[in-house]
């Protein structure tokens, strides 16, 4: 079986990191002699990139803190894990009595378990009753799950396997660099490279550029935050030069005359104008996509960060839908839609409750049928339940003032680096009576907390996950939990026995999948007929995988789409440009991304000695034009400034980029923040900010 438990050498587990979720074995019986190999599996085909090579090496980082922290006399302290639990449940319910249940905020991670990320919303809503909950993949997936919803009528990251786009002739990618980012995703992009079908929509030639070009296909080098437009004039290209699949859009479809207005004012002219794609580029882009189809070759098209970090991410999403639906390609086997997720659990993260406006199963939390199941299972009255609260962002935003939270528990995230405007979430966090981080590490959000809570890692702890295709995956311990520290569960149960909750919490991961399970049985994301036996016996189960579907569902929409009559809809969406303009003072636009040796915010890469050996220092990509303007050359420091902040960088030249773009990663802290720049406009549907793109100059620092 593919992912049987324990093979002969070791435990059959899988990476720490992203979300591709590559197969490895562990082998070893400590941290010190823990070793990685590669598995073969669907997903990486025996691949791991240099992260997950290296992931043993967070088992044994220096960097790992090894006992509660307090704050004492302004500085953090050991403490025992009694005291530090009981200032925590003292501050909870000091401030619940005085401000309120909301008083108190829960922001949970993208890289939680399933069982964390259940048992985190039904902490907050049970044991702490606030309604303020959210969590990272607010900043990650929420304008692509938007969009899913809005057209699909559910979103699942790939509705059908990763190895169904292996056998595709044509792939288009909107602002996806899995070459950096997963590289072992490229095993899947080889036969469109090879057929000249692999075409890639970013501001910069990254090296996922690069292998399009190399194999004839295309780079769509894009101005950032046009890429709705983009979209627009590709759908206006298939519809008016005859690559529309009518029949489709008639059978499978609604909408499609209520887009088509805005659609028919994107004259390829006009798309290049915004874009700066040339009309040419686009045309082809489009008749690759549909030749591919009509010879059954196989043709995608996948969204990323990219095209979504933005104010109007929803739309872009929706435009790109749109773009395939008007092609034929989702619902139908050999071609689709998907969106590549990020984080390691981005796509169960965000199906079990840590969003504001959900409960398990992906359900809406203002749904009364959906409040009534979650409850019974909760042993609850729904009436109890509370509702939606504030989105990551804004819940950040309001710590400290009149009607926002007082006292902040953090699992899983950083948002003082991860944030956008961080310098303000950074002085929001300030502003709260009691920050509460739990994490492995002294990551820069837990170095500014009054407790610091440390829990066990990926390889101490059982659990599962579900990847970018939505399969259900086993993580498995291979090491004994060391003393000292506690699983996330463990600090739940303890908090909510001493806040006087009578609600039992377990601490056993199977046992809490077995409730998940039943929170889950009716919803879009149904859960109920996986079992941690089926996943050990080496079953492959993608969710929904129910008692009507007991083999899971692979491909989704083969037999319609998730809305009440079963069409896909077209959504009227126009291009609405960066929320930021640029003027004399801010001529550049700043746009931000990953780096291959580094994870997110870098918190845990950023101690690994071969990751940080081979990055290990901010930098900006500056074009060469560009740079000579500023009388920057390569290897100088500058200053990126924006409206908000400055960020300090070492400046590397590189013709890859658009003169008027510069690149950022957003690994790094500090003076090296890249988030100090960025601004917290909000997409009005998913509440996602716009990372992707800000106005902003370059210093040169002398
Ligand atoms: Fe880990 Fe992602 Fe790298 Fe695979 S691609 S090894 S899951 S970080």
Redesign the pocket.
């Known amino acids: 079986p593919a992912d049987a438990p324990r093979e002969a050498s070791g435990v059959a587990t899988h990476?720490a990191?992203?979300g591709?979720?590559?197969a490895m074995t562990l082998t070893g019986s400590s941290a010190a002699d823990l070793a990685v190999t590669p598995r073969r599996f669907p997903t990486?085909r025996g691949g791991?990139?240099q992260?997950?090579w290296t992931?043993a090496e967070l088992l044994r980082t220096p960097g790992r803190l090894t006992t509660p922290l307090v704050r004492r006399d302004g500085a953090l302290a050991p403490a025992s894990w009694d005291e530090a639990l009981g200032v925590v449940a003292d501050a909870i319910l000091r401030t619940q009595a005085a401000y309120g249940r909301d008083a108190v905020a829960v922001f949970g991670g993208g890289g939680l378990t399933n069982e964390k990320a259940y048992q985190l919303g039904k902490f907050a809503r049970v044991a702490l009753r606030t309604s303020q909950i959210d969590y990272n993949g607010r900043w990650c997936m929420s304008s692509a799950a938007a969009a899913g919803i809005r057209c699909f009528g559910l979103d699942r990251g790939l509705p059908f396997p990763v190895t169904d786009i292996g056998s595709a002739h044509a792939v288009l990618l909107l602002g996806a660099n899995p070459a950096e980012t997963?590289?072992?995703?490229l095993t899947h992009l080889v036969r469109a490279a090879d057929a000249g079908g692999l075409m890639v929509a970013d501001p910069r030639l990254t090296p996922t550029a690069a292998k399009a070009l190399d194999g004839g296909g295309l780079h769509l080098q894009l101005r950032p935050g046009t890429d709705a437009a983009l979209a627009l004039g590709m759908l206006h290209v298939a519809v008016t030069e005859g690559y529309a699949d009518r029949r489709f859009i008639a059978e499978r479809t609604t909408g499609f005359d209520d887009l088509w207005p805005v659609a028919a004012q994107w004259l390829p002219e006009r798309v290049e104008r915004v874009t700066g794609v040339a009309v040419t580029t686009l045309r082809a882009a489009v008749a690759t996509l549909a030749r591919a189809r009509d010879t059954e070759r196989g043709a995608y098209v996948l969204s990323a960060r990219g095209g979504e970090q933005h104010a109007s991410g929803t739309d872009t999403v929706t435009a790109f839908i749109a773009l395939a639906l008007a092609l034929g390609l989702p619902g139908n086997p050999g071609t689709g839609f998907g969106t590549i997720t990020g984080q390691g659990n981005g796509q169960g993260g965000r199906e079990h409750g840590q969003k504001a406006d959900q409960l398990p199963g992906y359900r809406k939390i203002d749904d009364p049928a959906a409040r009534a199941h979650v409850a019974a299972v909760w042993g609850i009255d729904a009436a109890d339940l509370p509702g939606p609260g504030r989105s990551a962002f804004e819940l950040l935003d309001a710590l400290g003032t009149e009607g926002g939270a007082r006292v902040l528990l953090v699992h899983g995230s950083n948002p003082v680096v991860s944030a956008p405007d961080a310098r303000v979430v950074s002085e929001r966090l300030a502003a709260l009576d009691l920050l509460v981080v739990s994490d492995f590490v002294l990551s820069e959000t837990a170095a500014t907390a009054d407790v610091v809570l440390p829990v066990l890692q990926w390889a101490e702890e059982e659990g599962t996950l579900t990847n970018l295709e939505g399969r259900v995956l086993r993580r498995r311990r291979a090491l004994a939990a060391p003393s000292g520290y506690r699983s996330e569960l463990e600090i739940w149960s303890e908090l909510a026995r001493r806040i006087g909750c009578s609600t039992g919490f377990p601490t056993d991961p199977r046992v809490v999948f077995d409730e998940l399970r039943r929170a889950t049985a009716g919803g879009p994301a149904d859960y109920s007929a996986v079992t941690w036996e089926r996943l050990d016996a080496g079953e492959s189960l993608h969710w929904p995988c129910s008692t009507e579907r007991p083999q899971g569902t692979p491909r989704l929409f083969l037999d319609g789409f998730a809305t009440p009559d079963g069409r896909a809809r077209f959504v009227p969406v126009d291009h609405v440009g960066p929320a930021e303009a640029g003027d004399t003072a801010y001529p550049l636009v700043a746009t931000t991304g990953r780096v291959l040796q580094h994870?997110q915010s870098g918190a845990q890469t950023r101690l690994v000695d071969e990751l940080s050996a081979a990055a290990g220092e901010m930098f900006v990509q500056v074009h060469p034009d560009t740079a000579a303007t500023a009388g920057l050359a390569d290897g100088d420091v500058a200053d990126v400034v924006s409206r908000r902040g400055r960020t300090r960088a070492t400046v590397r030249v590189d013709e890859d980029l658009r003169p008027d773009v510069v690149f950022l990663p957003f690994h790094w802290a500090g003076e090296g923040r890249a988030n100090s720049l960025t601004h917290a406009a909000l997409d009005p549907t998913s509440r996602m900010p716009e990372f992707k793109a800000c106005a902003v100059r370059l210093e040169a620092v002398r």
């Open positions: 990476c990191y992203c591709l979720q590559c990486n791991l990139c992260k997950g992931s997963m590289p072992p995703f994870y």
